[in-house]
């Protein structure tokens, strides 16, 4: 089974040794994406930090050839929990009746302190 490691053209390099998206045979793993904008600022909204993650986790998604239906889990990480209710429209937006398996932590810190959220995907998009 071929291992495909992707760097997305238009996406910011990594901060660290990993890739953006990783295939093997019909699963892709997207890395965590945080809300930064193409011109590298963070917004101070955990709504639009989250829906600037949403978008590059769907950009990474398809690079691989997935689909947002074909999203079997996501992990968000949230530096304040209490805002949940905040995002899920994003949510329900993006992946419909197609509802993933999900976990939610909340933690201490992100890469930069202006993060507040970042999110990562397994889809599964067949043999």
Known sequence: MPIARYMVPGMREPVSHFCHVVKAGGTIWVSGMTGVADDKSIPESTVEQFALAMASMDKALRHAG???????????????????????PLRVRYFGEHKPASSLVEVTGLVDPRMKVEIEAVAYVGT
Request: proline share 4%.
């Open 66 to 88: 997935g689909r947002p239906d074909q999203v079997v889990k996501v992990l968000v990480f949230m530096t304040d929990i209490t805002e949940r209710s905040l995002i899920n």
